[in-house]
Nanobody
């Protein structure tokens, strides 16, 4: 199983970016996805999670109202639309998948992890 994240880059504050994470090796139509981020010198933190049917989502307070998580089960892909970006959003963003359907904020609840994609927000 592989999760391949993409879409990171350098962007000015206030702008938007869309991250993608494509899963391969098995279908995750019955499992939840999550996005996490790790800023330089800080611990990894939860950003967003989405249920298999996209009926439920959960966001960290720090990104609520600015970020939107979505998924396309036909493409086995999860997305993170990031709007109104702030310099404090600068981090390596990683996607994760779990076999279970419930949305989770704890990284230990996820079974599969992709490599990260760097997002840098300049002021």
């Amino acid at each position: 199983v592989q999760l391949q994240a993409s879409g990171g880059g350098l962007v000015q504050a206030g702008k938007s970016l869309r991250l993608s994470c494509a899963a391969s090796g098995r279908a995750f139509s019955n499992g939840a996805f999550g996005w996490f981020r790790q800023a330089p010198g800080k611990e990894r933190e939860f950003a967003a999670s989405i249920s298999p049917s996209s009926g439920r989502t959960y966001y960290a307070d720090s990104v609520k109202g600015r970020f939107t998580i979505s998924r396309d089960n036909a493409k086995n892909t999860v997305y993170l639309q990031m709007n109104s970006l702030k310099p404090e959003d600068t981090a390596v963003y990683s996607c994760a998948a779990r076999d279970g359907p419930s949305i989770q904020a704890g990284p230990r609840m996820y079974d599969y992890w992709g490599q990260g994609t760097l997002v840098t927000v300049s002021s």
